[in-house]
């Protein structure tokens, strides 16, 4: 099964609005990274957050971590047609450094 | 300069044959992989290289058997592809506690 679970599975906002979508995931984690795909493209990193890290920032993105709910949330602030892609939570966790694990992505569609 | 290049982009062969994906890194990162993402965009890890050593193979069929020549390089050969196969194979590279840089993908149609 997937360590990570995503929420929602698809987002659709207008131009300028806030977009939020969640992680969840199931055994403790060494760190906990987001990443960007456009259609037809490959993955591109978006923010790494480490396990004993709550909140981090990058751009017009906004990242928190609760270790204790096991959760995660992506913020894009200020959206633009551009940001419409699929988001993906990935985890790697305390017990194999080698191994990113992603969770299924929630598809956001920003219009214009 | 692409960091993660795979080659080719787009590959197209028949059931049973055989074929190969070319991975290069040339950002000197110590570790790479190969991921497989299916038709509803799951991206599943196939098989992590630390220096040339394999790490992790996650169960996948021995019909997948990378190569890794050098550190930076880690090449993908499949025989008696199926159907099943179909999918984009993504390699990717990193070094420890960072976040992964992925290529650009190879689309592998099977029919």
């Known amino acids: 099964s997937q360590q990570g679970e995503e929420d929602p599975q698809a987002l659709s906002i207008q131009e300028g609005e806030n977009a939020t979508m969640n992680c969840s995931y199931k055994t403790s984690i060494n760190n906990l990274q987001w990443y960007r795909q456009n259609s037809g493209r490959g993955l591109v990193h978006l923010i790494l957050i480490r396990s004993n890290e709550r909140e981090k920032h990058s751009g017009r993105l906004r990242v928190t971590l609760d270790t204790s709910k096991k959760s995660s949330s992506l913020l894009i602030t200020a959206s633009r047609a551009a940001d419409t892609a699929s988001y993906f939570c990935?985890?790697?966790?305390?017990?194999?450094?080698?191994?990113?694990?992603f969770g299924a992505g929630t598809t956001v569609t920003v219009r214009a | 300069d692409t960091a993660v290049s795979q080659t080719p982009k787009y590959l197209v062969t028949q059931m049973g044959n055989d074929k190969s994906i070319k991975c290069e890194q040339n950002?000197?990162?110590?570790?790479m992989y190969w991921y497989k993402q299916d038709s509803k965009k799951f991206l599943k890890i196939m098989f992590s290289?630390?220096?040339?050593?394999?790490?992790i193979n996650e169960t996948v069929p021995n019909r997948f058997s990378p190569k890794s020549p050098d550190k930076a390089h880690l090449n993908l050969h499949i025989n008696s592809l199926e159907l099943g196969d179909s999918a984009v194979y993504f390699c990717?590279?990193?070094?420890?506690?960072?976040?992964?840089?992925f290529g650009s993908g190879t689309r592998l149609t099977v029919v």
């Open positions: 990717a590279s990193s070094q420890l506690g960072h976040g992964y840089t």
């Open positions: 990935a985890t790697v966790l305390r017990s194999n450094d080698y191994k990113l694990s």
């Open positions: 290289y630390n220096n040339k050593e394999l790490i």
């Open positions: 950002l000197g990162h110590d570790t």
